[in-house]
Structure formats: structure tokens, C-alpha cells
């Protein structure tokens, strides 16, 4: 695949998608949907949900053209063996880690709750990673496998924007990798947080990535698709 310009801020960016991959943070089924653990918790998860759309057109447009699809999801061993106690005792005991939720033992592997919801289930042959922490580079191999295919580039969605999306960027960052944040496949429970760590990744001179609206990106990468379909066609 051909370098493509990013319209981003700080800057356009420009990017060689054969070393890029999409990373899809947490779309699970106890943040996002009514009845789950972010509801539990007092939050309003329609702002969440009104970014599974963008979400899903990115996702398609990025398998159009066979990029790298990766997704995560934070949740912990069934013993909690992988939690640390502090983190464990935190807040309420009836919507801490291991208690139960709605969808099962809140954020435990396994549990329906822990899963991807239906909209961006995974396919055949993109990796989930399962993260024990905010960030998706703490006690995975999420830099191993990335390393392996030489990617340096990542765009990112997912929630929420100030925690998980916005730790991921951060860890990225420190290993040398370039993240550009999809402005609108991002989402928080509180607007005023999306829009602070928004700020925050772009902010002098993009001192932790990028961020750019999808729109732009999947028109381009919407063009690509024909054009590789139509020479396919014509083989």
C-alpha cells in the first residue's frame, strides 16, 4: 500500500499503511451497554455508544485493505491473581473487580461482560490482547507483535479517552511508536475528559501523537480499496 496524508493536528501527517496498524481499545460490553458495569457505576452509556458507528467504518474500511486489526480488552484472571490488591479494594464493594455485575464477576475474563461487544467482534486472524491494566503495553506482548510486523504507526480508537485510550498513547509513545487518535472513535462518560485528553495528546507540537477526525482517513482509505479492487479485476 502507498504513503497517505493524515489530516491531523498538530500537522498532516504522512503515513506508509503497509507499517500501520488500527487498535480498538476496550469496546467491551460492560462499558458500553445499558445494563452493565459502566451503567452500574452511575454513567451515561449512550456517550460511549454514539461512537461505535465511526468505530465500525474505520474497522470496515481498515479490513477492506487487509491492515493489521488489533483489539483489547481490560480484564483480569478469574482469581484475580493478575490484580493488585489495592486496585481490588477500590471503591464500592458491590462494583469492584470480581464482584458481580449484571454481565457476570466485573472485569474477569470470560465473563459476557469482558467481551467485545457484537458491532466490533473480532474476525479470523485479528489478535485481542488482554490487558491487566489501562495501558495495552503493561503485561502484554502487544509490543512484541507489533515489533514482528514492523509496524511504527497506530491508529487508535476506543474508550475511554482519558484513561485507557489515553495511558495506550502514552506507553506508545515512550516505545518509539506514532499514534494518531481518532478524534471521533473515541469516546468518555464525561465529555469535558475527552476533550481534556484530546488536548493533552496534540498539545506542543504533538508531544504524545496526533489527532485527526476519521472521516478524511476513511475516504482514503475508501479510494485505495476500489482501486486495488478494480486492478484486481482487471488481472
Do not use: W
Not at 497517505?4 to 481499545?25: C, Q
Not at 479517552?161 to 511508536?177: K, L, Q, S
Amino acid at each position: 500500500m502507498p504513503s497517505v496524508t493524515v489530516e491531523a493536528e498538530p500537522a498532516p501527517l504522512s503515513v506508509d499503511l503497509d507499517r500501520s496498524a488500527l487498535v480498538i481499545i476496550d469496546m467491551q460490553r460492560d462499558f458500553l451497554e445499558t445494563g452493565g458495569f459502566g451503567e452500574a457505576l452511575g454513567n451515561d452509556v449512550s456517550r460511549l455508544q454514539a461512537v461505535v458507528a465511526p468505530c465500525r467504518v474505520i474497522l470496515n474500511s481498515a479490513r477492506a485493505l487487509n491492515m493489521l486489526v488489533i483489539h483489547t480488552r481490560e480484564g483480569h484472571r478469574p482469581d484475580l491473581s493478575d490484580a493488585p490488591a489495592l486496585k481490588v479494594k477500590r471503591g464500592d464493594p458491590k462494583t469492584r473487580i470480581g464482584a458481580v455485575g449484571p454481565m457476570g464477576r466485573i472485569l474477569v475474563r470470560g465473563e459476557a461482560g469482558h467481551d467485545i461487544i457484537p458491532e466490533l467482534y473480532p474476525i479470523n486472524g485479528e489478535p485481542v490482547i488482554d490487558k491487566p491494566g489501562k495501558g495495552a503495553f503493561y503485561q502484554t506482548d502487544l509490543e512484541l507483535m507489533l515489533r514482528n510486523r514492523c509496524i511504527d504507526t497506530l491508529f487508535v480508537c476506543g474508550v475511554t479517552t482519558e484513561v485507557c485510550v489515553n495511558t495506550t498513547v502514552r506507553e506508545a509513545n515512550d516505545r518509539g511508536f506514532r499514534c494518531i487518535v481518532l478524534s471521533d472513535c473515541c469516546a468518555s462518560y464525561f465529555p469535558e475528559f475527552h476533550d481534556a485528553g484530546l488536548a493533552m495528546i496534540k498539545a506542543q507540537g504533538g508531544i504524545f501523537g496526533s489527532v485527526a477526525e476519521s472521516r478524511s482517513l476513511v475516504d482514503t482509505l475508501t479510494a485505495l480499496s476500489v482501486r486495488s479492487a478494480k486492478r484486481f479485476a482487471t488481472q
